[in-house]
């Protein structure tokens, strides 16, 4: 299984990501000379044209790159809310699943920045004009991402000194609040090196790794296929930041199970025609849903109310949402991207005295953990005989039963 693995031991940040992930897809022989992030983004009295190239920093052995971006001037102490940072998150332009997921990140920040200052995240004010640099470095870290197609996800725990002495590696290695906030919300692991380093680690990039990392650890075994290298800068003290891609042959329980990267989408209603939903339901798994259901609710006021869940792909995500806002009352739709582990299966036929019906084997190890009969088959048999379909189901199982027990 392809496995993308983040050494974290110089800490994390835009640019050294942005660079690694750029030097491994050019060593992949990817076309990827230049990101383009935005043809005509407004900040501000501005009208950025935003792009993103690299430079080639040599050190001995190791060719690091260092990401720039072009087209970007300062905004003189610009300003932002929350809600206008993802309006300008929402205007660069990247897929869809680097929305959704850019989104997440800058929520888990937000939240985390929130707490620390006893606000709302809606009343925080992102004053920092660094900060805009981080967000355009992640869309580029997002975006490269998703073109190399990585399963999985893994990195090494981050590195925190634990002492207060005032020499400036030892300040480089006191992780911010913001950033121990965001390791505790989502369970990233540190440690504290044997040595000072230098090292470089930035709240939205450990908001980054909080939400894309499937798993924090060394892998056991790691079978390498190409290596990057990123850093900030092109001085030799400036921290590098390593990532492989590699197949894992760990055995590490996720490695069963087939994975996939889909879309969760949800809508609260309260006032509309319940007749309608049956026909809503048909156009949603029609047109690309993987799982639709609905929910009893009481919302405010105590108004009785339903919620409408949808599992989808990133590709039909916006499709969904156009049948949601066309077939219901809903104006405003709340999304995550999710990962999806699930188990092997394959359809089987078991042939019964009324001919053969199909049966969805689900495999762990190689070991069927369940079967289940298909149901639009045991319906039409039940029809075609006029018998109970209860009785359908118990004979395909006792003929399932019967052949484990004759292996």
Known sequence: MDVLYIDCSAGICGEMMTGALMNLSYNLNHNIQEITLADNLIIGNNDLKLSIDAEINQRNSVKAFVPKIKGYKPLNGNMKTLKELKNLWGMLKISQESKIRGIEIIDLWAKAKAKLNHMRPEELIFCNEDYLKEIFFLAASLELINHIKINTVTASPLPFYIDTGSSKQAVDLLLSSEVMEICKLKKILLYSPESVLTC????????????????????????????????????????????????????????????????????????????????????????????????????????????????????????????????TSSIGIRETLVNKWYLTRKIEKVETKWGSIRVKTCLLDNEIVNQSPEYEDCLQVARNYKIPLKEVYDTVKSILFNSKRSI
């Open 200 to 327: 470089s680690t930035t709240p939205l990039f450990a908001a980054f790794l909080g939400v894309i990392v499937d798993r924090f650890g060394t892998p056991q075994v790691l079978e390498i296929k190409e290596t990057g290298y990123g850093t900030k800068s092109c001085e030799n003290n400036s921290p590098l930041m390593r990532i492989i891609w590699a197949d894992s042959t760990d055995q590490n329980e996720h490695t069963k199970y087939g994975f996939e990267r889909n879309v969760f989408l949800e809508t609260n209603i309260d006032d509309m025609n319940p007749e309608y939903y049956e026909y809503l339901l048909e156009q949603l798994l029609v047109n690309g849903a993987l799982d639709v259901y609905m929910t009893s609710i009481q919302m405010k006021k105590n108004r009785p109310a339903i919620k409408l869940s949808i599992l989808t792909t990133t590709e039909k995500t916006s499709l969904m949402r156009d049948i949601i806002f066309k077939e």
